[in-house]
């Protein structure tokens, strides 16, 4: 990701938490209590965040996120990952104009995702690709419904 980081913490100092059955369990943190709770967050404090162009519905690229991004993203208007190769956040565009406008936030029936739709100036993969799931087609079987 050739993004510019954001102010380097770790998800460990960003949401302080207990772990219990693996899952990391807040404690205090910059989300609302009853979102905090309803998260269900990696081992590494994580949830990933699907990035959806809003109007066209376009998968645009998968990130992750802590409290302390999500906090971020639902605050500013911009979206705010946690990069789990630097260990530091990075706001999406702040290097390459590629800015993610929130337009919505979602979780999941379950708490472990994310869906972020976004208005996406440019291209939202890394590689300069409209989204990062362009050419990378694999072979599969095609199922048909009754």
Known sequence: MSEQP????????AAPGNTVSGETQPTAGPLPAGLAAALKRDSAGLV????????????????????????????TGRVTFYSRSRQEYWRKGDTSGHVQWVKSL?????????LVRVDQVG??????TRTCFDGRELDAVVGHGG
């Open 106 to 114: 979602a979780m999941d029936c379950d708490g472990d995702a994310l």
């Open 48 to 75: 990933a965040a699907i990035v959806q162009q809003f109007d066209t519905h376009e998968v645009l690229m998968l990130g992750w996120m802590d409290d302390e991004a999500l906090h971020r993203t639902m605050t």
């Open 123 to 128: 291209a939202a993969c890394h590689t300069g």
């Open 6 to 13: 954001a102010p380097a913490t770790s998800p460990a100092n």
